[in-house]
T-cell receptor, first 111, second 120 residues
Framework: DAKTTQPTSMDCAEGRAANLPCNHS???????VYWYRQIHSQGPQYIIHGLKNNETNEMASLIITEDRKSSTLILPHATLRDTAVYYC????????????FGAGTILRVKS | SAVISQKPSRDICQRGTSLTIQCQVD?????MFWYRQQPGQSLTLIATANQGSEATYESGFVIDKFPISRPNLTFSTLTVSNMSPEDSSIYLC?????????????????FGPGTRLTVT
């Protein structure tokens, strides 16, 4: 699996957009970008994934650069409940392709 | 999404003993995984639990220490054997759906709540 690089931690004001960057410069053509988050003492939760187009769902937006070497997860209106560790993972989509977690980014949303 | 339950939710065990953790899913799933999360660390994959055959272990993990069973498509167990304080971690079960069967997407991996193990 290609490796990802994320900042160790970030702070965001409540109500503002949280933009979490991820570098994946060695990503292969068939690897997707996934984002998960882990709120304290809970199992990781799926947020969003994409291949090369920007994606949006009810939780977040995912912006992938044209060369696919980096991406940004956007939480449009961060709340205190969004405080968590956010993991950017690249993997091949499909049967049996497991998730390999890096260190992630600790996002602290402050009032 | 899948509902995954784990038992026990937490336990405190003596050094040298073994603990078996159960993982139950409310839908049939193709793949089941076991992860470990040591204090303050990220998740590390221990093994893939294969239905009807031996588990596939990641580098650094062996069957004698972490025997795994998967008797059917909704259930798996992980045993932590001959425990030492270094085994104190959260152990998480995770599943991957197969296509859209049972409403589980093959692109989403779901996680259980975890079992918090403390070895004294």
């Amino acid at each position: 699996d290609a490796k990802t690089t994320q900042p160790t931690s970030m702070d965001c004001a409540e109500g503002r957009a949280a933009n979490l960057p991820c570098n994946h410069s060695t990503i292969s053509g068939n690897e997707y970008v996934y984002w998960y988050r882990q709120i304290h003492s809970q199992g990781p939760q799926y947020i969003i994934h994409g291949l090369k187009n920007n994606e949006t769902n009810e939780m977040a937006s995912l912006i992938i650069t044209e060369d696919r070497k980096s991406s940004t997860l956007i939480l449009p209106h961060a709340t205190l409940r969004d405080t968590a560790v956010y993991y950017c993972i690249v993997r091949v989509l499909g049967y049996g392709n497991k998730l390999v977690f890096g260190a992630g980014t600790i996002l602290r949303v402050k009032s | 999404s899948a509902v995954i339950s784990q038992k026990p939710s937490r336990d405190i065990c003596q050094r040298g003993t073994s603990l078996t953790i159960q993982c139950q899913v409310d839908s049939q799933v193709t793949m089941m995984f076991w992860y470990r999360q040591q204090p303050g660390q990220s998740l590390t994959l221990i093994a893939t639990a294969n239905q009807g055959s031996e588990a596939t272990y990641e580098s650094g993990f062996v069957i004698d220490k972490f025997p795994i069973s998967r008797p059917n498509l909704t259930f798996s167990t992980l045993t932590v054997s001959n425990m030492s304080p270094e085994d104190s971690s959260i152990y998480l079960c995770s599943v991957l759906g197969g296509g859209t069967s049972g409403g589980l997407s093959s692109y989403e991996q779901y996680f259980g709540p975890g079992t918090r193990l403390t070895v004294t």
